[in-house]
């Protein structure tokens, strides 16, 4: 069976792609490496043993993308392709609208005229807002968002439920992923990310592998057990194993489904902190830095639906999340860039 991945070259997408080769799909990516390097294609075929199709196309544009589904003919669609930048979502609005919300409509309609109607969205643990309960199930009311990013995730969730529900040929799957981490243990896939890392992992690999001076940790003041935030950390081959597995259940689905990717279990701030540093072993420059604004103090899922229905749970800790992502970091300290071959 062959699945269209767009954004496939990206971080999540590249893990998936190597999934799915494994489980005997086949995958055409189409990505405009706007945020990812072509250098991924080599890895990816360097783990698996095969090549995905790839073509260097942007999906906003209608023309060229129809001609990736004319000439390939794919059965379903993973579809990662975005930007995802919160903090850039807030300078740069229009970008974010127009690149997540009109690529994800040009997609649909080229689906729709090829005849394919089944698609996996990343959608976000962003769209409940601020909640007021833990854990957060899948009915947990959508929430108001703190940023252009959360909103395009939460329009592009009502946007394909009401293609679907108008439609009875449509089967979409909204994953809402909690917080994606580590890297595949070749160490030869990763996050990359372009200039100071926003997220929590990637910016304490990057102060591991010496790029940047010390984690900043945003806030000890918070109502938890040692005052930092909780997050649900998942890791990205968990994560990727859980869109074949959403994949899969299609077959026996109608309309419109919603699962949370994440373990069910929260980790702070700090213990993520000190699990890299028994991972890199060796003690790393911290400090204490005031609140980022639109944190939520506490953000972990209900994971019983997708064990339920897709059979789906995590299978690695904290600790390989931080063993995988250092293995990464450190064969490749300046991530794909061409200074800095693989050492694996
Ligand atoms: P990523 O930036 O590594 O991957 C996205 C890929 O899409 C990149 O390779 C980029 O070049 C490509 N792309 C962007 N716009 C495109 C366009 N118009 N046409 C073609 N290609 C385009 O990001 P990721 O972390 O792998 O995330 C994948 C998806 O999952 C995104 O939609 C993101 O919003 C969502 N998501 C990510 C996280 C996370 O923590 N990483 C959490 C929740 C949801
Ligand atoms: C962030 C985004 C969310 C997005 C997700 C995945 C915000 C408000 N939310 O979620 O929309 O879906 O990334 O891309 O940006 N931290 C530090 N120091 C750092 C970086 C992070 O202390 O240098 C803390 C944060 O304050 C937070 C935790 O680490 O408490 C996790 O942060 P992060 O990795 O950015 O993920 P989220 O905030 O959950």
Known sequence: MKILVTGGAGYIGSHT??????????????????????VVLDRIEQITGKRPGFYPVNICCKKELDEVFEVEK????????GFKA?????????????????????LTECM???????????????VYGEPDRMPLGEDCPKGVCTNPYGWTKWMIEQILTDIAAADERWKVTLLRYFNPIGAHESGLIGEDPKGIPNNLLPYIAQVAVGRRECLGVFGNDYDTPDGTCIR???????????????????????????????????YSVLE?????????????????????????????????????????????DIEKMCADSWNWQKKNPYGYGENAPCEA
Request: proline share 4%; net charge negative.
């Open 17 to 38: 792609c190597v999934r799915l080769l494994e489980e005997g799909y086949e995958a055409v990516i189409v990505d405009d490496l706007s945020n990812s390097s072509i």
């Open 74 to 81: 794919p059965e379903a669609v993973i579809h990662f392709a």
């Open 86 to 106: 919160v903090g850039e979502s807030v300078q740069k609005p229009m970008e974010y609208y127009s690149n997540n919300i009109s690529g994800t409509l040009t």
């Open 112 to 126: 729709k005229k090829h005849g394919v109607f089944s698609l996996i969205f990343s959608s976000s643990a962003t």
């Open 232 to 266: 649900d950390y998942i890791h990205v081959c968990d994560l990727a194993r859980g869109h074949v597995m959403a994949l899969d259940h299609m077959k026996d689905q109608n309309g419109t489904e919603i699962f949370n990717l994440g373990s069910g279990r929260g």
């Open 272 to 316: 993520v902190f000190h699990a890299f540093e028994n991972a890199c072993g060796k003690k790393l420059p911290m400090e204490f830095r005031p609140r980022r604004a639109g944190d939520i103090p506490v953000s972990y899922c209900d994971p019983e639906k997708a064990r339920k229905i897709l059979g789906f749970s995590t299978e690695f």
